[in-house]
T-cell receptor, first 112, second 116 residues
Framework: AQSVTQPDIHITVSEGASLELRCNYS??????LFWYVQSPGQGLQLLLK??????LVQGIKGFEAEFKRSQSSFNLRKPSVHWSDAAEYFC??????????FGPGTRLSVLP | EAGVAQSPRYKIIEKRQSVAFWCNPI?????LYWYQQILGQGPKLLIQ????????DSQLPKDRFSAERLKGVDSTLKIQPAKLEDSAVYLC??????????????FGEGSRLTVL
């Protein structure tokens, strides 16, 4: 069965610093991969998605993610974090025709 | 375009009571999902509908949870009787198609349930 791990439960960065959130998936074929963000009291919002093609994917709010098949990873990055980026981030995978599987999430705190 | 609507946003009940949550998906979205999100965890699928038929309810605790999607639009999730461990946020999501490249999920704001 497909699964998603996010090794970091909580990350704290200073405003303006760079950010990388890790995501590893477990699935034989190339999965469809997603990053969602959840602000407190809100639903999940899609940041970006990868289906095929270019392994570097651009998303909203200045985020990008890189798919690395050799490492089964899909890490999320942002060059300069803003205070408004503080939220919970979820990596997810969707084997075509199957259900979404979400990782446990990484909580991001941003120091002023 | 209106997003996924859910109600109520918050509900507090005592154990063994019943509760119902309502969801109205984005217009035209054939697939509707109910997820349970326990504090500190990622969303876990409870049930998936394609139009008004059930695609997957393998993780729905059917002894106490039920869901329906009449006419392939709105959906209701019911818990009866509630247990303490049902305290969670219940998220409704919809997508244009089932799975695949176009299977991006659009989420509502969720219904937070507290069972005392």
């Amino acid at each position: 069965a497909q699964s998603v791990t996010q090794p970091d439960i909580h990350i704290t960065v200073s405003e303006g610093a760079s950010l990388e959130l890790r995501c590893n998936y477990s699935y034989g074929a190339t999965p469809y991969l997603f990053w969602y963000v959840q602000s407190p009291g809100q639903g999940l919002q899609l940041l970006l998605k990868y289906f095929s093609g270019d392994t570097l994917v651009q998303g909203i709010k200045g985020f990008e993610a890189e798919f690395k098949r050799s490492q089964s990873s899909f890490n999320l990055r942002k060059p300069s974090v803003h205070w408004s980026d503080a939220a919970e981030y979820f990596c997810a995978t969707n084997n075509y025709g199957q259900n979404f599987v979400f990782g446990p999430g990484t909580r991001l705190s941003v120091l002023p | 375009e209106a997003g996924v609507a859910q109600s109520p946003r918050y509900k507090i009940i005592e154990k063994r009571q019943s509760v119902a949550f309502w969801c109205n998906p984005i217009s035209g979205h054939a697939t509707l999902y109910w997820y349970q999100q326990i504090l500190g965890q990622g969303p876990k699928l409870l049930i998936q509908f394609q139009n008004n038929g059930v695609v997957d309810d393998s993780q729905l605790p059917k002894d106490r949870f039920s869901a329906e999607r009449l006419k392939g639009v709105d959906s209701t999730l019911k818990i009866q009787p509630a247990k303490l461990e049902d305290s969670a946020v219940y998220l409704c999501a919809s997508s244009l198609v089932t799975g695949g490249a176009a299977g991006e999920l659009f989420f509502g704001e969720g219904s937070r349930l507290t069972v005392l």
